[in-house]
């Protein structure tokens, strides 16, 4: 069964054969537009037996989407095909080589710049292995299922956010340093830590005597009336992924221990599209130093740095990315660390470690000149 014939004759010839994400646009198109079973039946092709035929119908008119939902997914995602039922079946890493092309050509994934940034700032790129399938979630009303993965709405390459990166350092930086600011050990530590707007505000404004906590987070009034607001010196980069998969959860009832509906999710898959190569994926990171404004010396940035780097070097391989964090997903591995220093004086403009424990390393080597 073939999904492009979903689009209709002139469309059909414009759509590209293997682009599973633009025959899923199509595919919710007809769903939610079928009027006539029967023409539907006709296109799709009609079942040997009446009793099939009746159970088709029936379905198309109660639950048109549904029923194509499960027809995407056997065709698109299930490696087992043929006799094997909607739903059902082990799963298929999907690519998106089309976005990434695109948007690899446009220089939307590289890192900035460092000779655009003042005196004393500094590009950190983190590398690390994804363990395990990672889930964010999109706005988007109009796609086929549910709860698809956060993608880009122009290339339609999936992607960690820069403001969920920047409130998971902010997670993993609260958990590091809890006595630093207004936390304490009996605190409680799931997440996400950053809800209590009052005690991220009271963390920033109190961590420690040197603030590095306001100075890499900024504060922001989050409809509060407050005195003064700061922008953040530590700016996140969009994490981007290159396959997705799809999970079936069955949520269970505490009480009988039983699951209730099955609920379909997209995730971001953390094998290639090969279905046997780990996904590696890169975060950009860099701290813009105000050079010649008050807390702008080197040590100073260099301390900032370290710490949110140990931080975050610390937590994130034990907690992991993403949603439902606590459950296995968005697991990560770190793999490499490199930072691009401009004008510190007595460092390299490049220093590079590899191996689960290069995250660290590098904040060691940069705490030494704080």
Not at 35 to 57: A, H, M, S, T, Y
């Amino acid at each position: 069964m073939n999904f492009e014939f979903l689009a209709d004759l002139e469309q059909e010839r414009q759509l590209p054969t293997q682009n599973w994400q633009a025959i899923a646009f199509y595919a919710k198109r007809e769903a939610m537009g079928i009027r006539d079973p029967d023409n539907f039946i006709k296109r799709w092709g009609r079942p040997q037996r009446d009793d099939q035929v009746q159970r088709l119908e029936r379905k198309i008119r109660d639950e048109p989407l549904t029923h194509v939902r499960s027809l995407f997914l056997r065709e698109h995602f299930m490696q087992s095909q043929g006799g094997t039922e909607p739903d059902q079946g082990p799963h298929k890493v999907r690519g998106v080589e089309y976005g990434q092309s695109a948007m690899n050509k446009a220089g939307l994934t590289a890192a900035p710049s460092l000779s655009v940034l003042p005196a004393g700032s500094a590009i950190l790129t983190l590398k690390f292995r994804l363990l395990s399938p990672l889930l964010t979630k999109d706005d988007d009303p109009f796609y086929l299922f549910d709860n698809p993965v956060r993608r880009d709405h122009i290339f339609g390459v999936p992607y960690l956010a820069a403001a969920s990166v920047k409130g998971l350092s902010f997670d993993a930086y609260q958990r590091a340093f809890p006595n630093q600011g207004v936390m304490d050990e009996t605190a409680d530590l799931k997440p996400p830590l950053a809800k209590n707007l009052a005690r991220t505000r009271q963390f920033r404004l109190k961590d420690g005597n040197q603030s590095h906590a306001r100075r890499l987070f900024g504060l922001a009034d989050d409809g509060v009336q407050v005195k003064f607001s700061q922008a953040g010196r530590l700016h996140f980069g969009p994490v981007w992924f290159p396959s997705v998969q799809y999970l079936v959860m069955n949520p269970m009832d505490p009480a009988k221990g039983i699951g209730t509906i099955p609920i379909q999710f997209e995730a971001i898959a953390p094998l290639m599209a090969d279905g046997k190569t780990p996904v590696e994926a890169e975060l950009h990171v860099f701290y813009f130093n105000p050079a010649g404004a008050p807390e702008s010396d080197t040590a100073t940035v260099r301390g900032d740095l370290a710490r949110w780097l140990a931080a975050v070097a610390a937590w994130w391989p034990v907690m992991g990315l993403g949603a439902k964090r606590l459950a296995g997903y968005g697991a990560i591995e770190p793999v490499s660390a490199i930072c691009q220093a401009r004008d510190w004086p007595d460092s390299p403009g490049k220093q590079e470690f590899n191996g689960k424990d290069s995250w660290m390393k590098l904040a060691e080597f940069i705490a030494k000149g704080a």
